[in-house]
T-cell receptor, first 109, second 113 residues
Framework: GEDVEQSLFLSVREGDSSVINCTYTDSSSTYLYWYKQEPGAGLQLLTYIFSNMDMKQDQRLTVLLNKKDKHLSLRIADTQTGDSAIYFCATGGYNKLIFGAGTRLAVHP | GAVVSQHPSRVICKSGTSVKIECRSLDFQATTMFWYRQFPKQSLMLMATSNEGSKATYEQGVEKDKFLINHASLTLSTLTVTSAHPEDSSFYIC?????????FGQGTRLTVV
């Protein structure tokens, strides 16, 4: 079946950029998503990219898609302590998402 | 964006009892809602697709008699965990979709003691 993989943990210094990586297997995915989950909370959609795009920028967030390598990344510029959370990569159609295990981002002073 | 409300946010129940979780789309109609389960430090796994006015579609390995789903209206889907056991303790999240986006409820932390 489809699979989405992410590294489990990332630690960055406040003010630096964070890059969270994701690889996936389903080449038929129409959209690819990044969600943020804060402790005990549901998921918040951060951004998504259509599969025929290779980059999308939204304020501090930059999404890069390498469709050939099935690699998706999320870059957070000027990372703040409020960015500490778990970030999930998800692929598929909007009505049936396949999630990665999530990357825990820790931001330290 | 659209709002999906899930209730309760946290519930503790005794083993053998049943628990109902509600998922409501507050400002839009959702013909389809989705129920996910998240184990500690793991990803979300789709349990079932809830279709308004018809039976839910369950993913492989999910017991439909244990996890009862009812989608009685365009704004409400319920998940009932029947005869709960400690291994059912988990974080359950619902979602509903509009066009390209899926909106998630706040989640329900179920603890079975």
């Amino acid at each position: 079946g489809e699979d989405v993989e992410q590294s489990l943990f990332l630690s960055v210094r406040e003010g630096d950029s964070s890059v969270i990586n994701c690889t996936y297997t389903d080449s038929s995915s129409t959209y690819l998503y990044w969600y943020k989950q804060e402790p005990g909370a549901g998921l918040q959609l951060l951004t998504y990219i259509f599969s025929n795009m290779d980059m999308k920028q939204d304020q501090r967030l930059t999404v890069l898609l390498n469709k050939k390598d099935k690699h998706l990344s999320l870059r957070i510029a000027d990372t703040q302590t409020g960015d500490s959370a778990i970030y999930f990569c998800a692929t598929g159609g909007y009505n049936k998402l396949i999630f990665g295990a999530g990357t825990r981002l820790a931001v330290h002073p | 964006g659209a709002v999906v409300s899930q209730h309760p946010s946290r519930v503790i129940c005794k083993s053998g009892t049943s628990v109902k979780i509600e998922c409501r789309s507050l400002d839009f109609q959702a013909t389809t809602m989705f129920w996910y389960r998240q184990f500690p430090k793991q990803s979300l796994m789709l349990m079932a697709t809830s279709n308004e006015g018809s039976k839910a579609t369950y993913e492989q390995g999910v017991e439909k008699d244990k996890f009862l789903i009812n989608h009685a209206s365009l704004t409400l889907s319920t998940l009932t965990v029947t005869s709960a056991h400690p291994e059912d303790s988990s974080f359950y999240i619902c979602s509903a979709s509009i066009q390209t986006e899926a909106f998630f409820g706040q989640g329900t932390r179920l603890t079975v003691v």
